[in-house]
Structures are given as C-alpha cells and as structure tokens.
T-cell receptor
C-alpha cells in the first residue's frame, strides 16, 4: 500500500527566511513524487515533479530513497508562496499518471 | 487553453437525497479522474476513466456512488443516497495520457458538497 505523510499541518515563516516542507512516503516499488500547490481561490496545480529535476518559483525537492523523503525547499520565502502544499506519489512508469496518493497537506504562511 | 470545467460549484442536500456532479475535461484529454477531498485531508482518488472505459474504481463506494463517461468526453458522478460523511469537495482532473516528463494533471475548481 502507498502512503504519503506530511507531518506539519501548519508552517509559518517570515519573508526571506528559508522554508522546508516535509514529505515522507512508504511504497514498496519505485515511486514518482510530486508537489502540488493550491493558492487561495485557485485550483490545485502541479508545482514540481522529481523526475523533471527542475526548480519552479525557487522551490526544489530531492527524492531521498534511503530516507523515503521528498522534502520541498526554498532558500528565501516570499509572501506569494503562502498556500496549501500537497505531496503526492504515483507508481513510476505506470500508465495511470493521475492515480495519485496525496498527503494531508501543509498550509504555508509567509509573514511580511 | 480552457481548463477543466465542473458544476455546480456548491451543493447542499439532506442525507438520503441524491446528487450529481458534472465535469468537462480539457479538450483532447483521454484520461479523467474523480477525487474526493474531505476537509483537512488530501484528495483521494475515486475513479479513473480512459476514454469512455473505467480503468480503476477500486476506491469508489459502489453501493452509493456511480460515475459514467458515456461518450468519452464529459463525465458525471452521482451519489444516491447521500450520507453525512459524503460532505467533501469533489474534484475532477484530466490528463492527455501521452506520458513523458511533460505529462500534467489538470484539476477543476471542484464541487463543494454539504450533506445535512
């Protein structure tokens, strides 16, 4: 069975401070990990995907298979980063791209 | 491009009543998903369609939930009869299913259901 755990429901930081949103997963096979974000009054949207190894809006995430983690990081938080962040998992190489298992989400608030 | 369309935006019903939600995916997207998001939780997959066929409905409570995508385009999700615990946001999502690094899942705005 697949499981995604986001241990922090709420995370508050000040503008310019580093931020790290934690995500741990359990999955016996080879996983594909994602971060999705939902800004206020907007739709849930993809932020980044580990297989792409890209940085979006200054965020990065590294898949650590040894620690089964996929933490989201940004060195300098901005007020516009305030949102709900979800970590999600799918079976790598699967044909069902959207069959995601989501974590419970972390609400990030960046104070001015 | 136009996004995934869902209606209604909000629905309030009493328990044991029936309700239906509608979704129109992005044009050309072969794969359509329905997710249920209960307050305080992440979205949970209910059913996946590939064109007009069901690929996975293992997490759909089939005693009360049903879904169809008859022409392989828009889809409806029905609950009959509704229970209090069905109160949630119902999200529809679609993807092109072409695979590769550029594959993306697009979500609709959701239908917020309150069962009283």
């Amino acid at each position: 069975a697949q499981r995604v755990t986001q241990p922090e429901k709420l995370l508050s930081v000040f503008k310019g401070a580093p931020v790290e949103l934690k995500c741990n997963y359990s999955y016996s096979g080879s996983p594909e990990l994602f971060w999705y974000v939902q800004y206020s009054r907007q739709r849930l949207q993809l932020l980044l995907r580990h297989i792409s190894r890209e940085s979006i809006k200054g965020f990065t995430a590294d898949l650590n298979k040894g620690e089964t983690s996929f933490h989201l990081k940004k060195p300098f938080a901005q007020e516009e980063d305030s949102a709900m962040y979800y970590c999600a998992l799918n079976r790598a190489g699967g044909t069902s791209y959207g069959k995601l298992t989501f974590g419970q989400g972390t609400i990030l608030t960046v104070h001015p | 491009e136009a996004g995934v369309a869902q209606s209604p935006r909000y629905k309030i019903i009493e328990k044991r009543q029936s309700v239906a939600f509608w979704c129109n995916p992005i044009s050309g997207h072969a794969t359509l998903y329905w997710y249920q998001q209960i307050l305080g939780q992440g979205p949970k997959l209910l059913i996946q369609f590939q064109n007009n066929g069901v690929v996975d409905d293992s997490q759909l409570p089939k005693d009360r939930f049903s879904a169809e995508r008859l022409k392989g385009v828009d889809s409806t999700l029905k609950i009959q009869p509704a229970k209090l615990e069905d109160s949630a946001v119902y999200l529809c999502a679609s993807s092109s299913h072409r695979g590769g690094a550029n594959e993306k899942l697009f979500f609709g705005s959701g239908t917020q259901l309150s069962v009283l």
